[in-house]
């Protein structure tokens, strides 16, 4: 049986300590809790644009080589643009990696069981589109190695976590802004 762990511990957990690590935080609760672990200039977080923070990590990776990139979002953001794994095995940037936190449903509009309580299982996708580091991981002593391998390897990580709702802390959410400051703070016009 696999074991859930606690989400915002996770995100916490892959955030220690992150440097220059540019994060692409997708909808709804990936975007509440890498806030509330690491609000920085170096977060974008994506507002109502569900399915493309793998797309939105993707176009950063290769836009910024020299920078490490991380996308982390949820299970039914991540279904919702399954096509972008495809793309970026294809594309093989070598400095992006995406931690999906599966807690088996679609938080943002009611907790709907999403496709992975049904049986999807988006390591052996993301394999199947040609990812060649894929891993999950399931306990939390697990977590100081994941974040390690995120911030050096193009690698795709399904860490599933309990639907357990903490409070929820609300970033900006003025895309201009996030926009502006995320570009100032990369040195971009």
């Not at 070598?94 to 807690?103: C, S």
């Not at 069981?113 to 988006?122: K, P």
């Not at 306990?139 to 903490?166: G, K, M, Q, W």
Request: some cysteine; aromatic content about 4%.
């Amino acid at each position: 049986m696999t074991s859930e762990l606690d989400r915002r511990a996770v995100v916490a957990a892959l955030l220690k300590e992150p440097g220059e690590l540019l994060v692409v935080a997708g909808l709804g609760t990936a975007t509440y809790d890498v806030g509330a672990v690491a609000e920085r200039s170096l977060n974008f977080y994506l507002w109502g644009a569900m399915g493309g923070a793998a797309m939105v990590g993707l176009g950063l990776a290769l836009a910024q080589p020299d920078r490490r990139v991380l996308v982390i979002t949820g299970d039914g953001e991540m279904l919702m643009g399954l096509g972008a794994l495809a793309t970026i095995a294809a594309q093989r940037p070598q400095n992006l990696a995406i931690a999906v936190l599966d807690n088996a449903s679609y938080g943002e509009t009611g907790g709907q069981q999403s496709h992975t309580a049904l049986g999807v299982d988006l390591a052996a996708v993301a394999t199947g589109c040609g990812w060649t580091h894929v891993c999950r991981v399931r306990e939390a002593a697990e977590l100081d190695t994941l974040r390690r391998r995120l911030r050096e390897e193009p690698l795709f990580a399904v860490i599933p976590v309990s639907r357990s709702e903490p409070s929820r802390h609300l970033p900006p959410r003025d895309g201009a802004f996030l926009s502006s400051r995320f570009r100032a703070t990369l040195g971009v016009a």
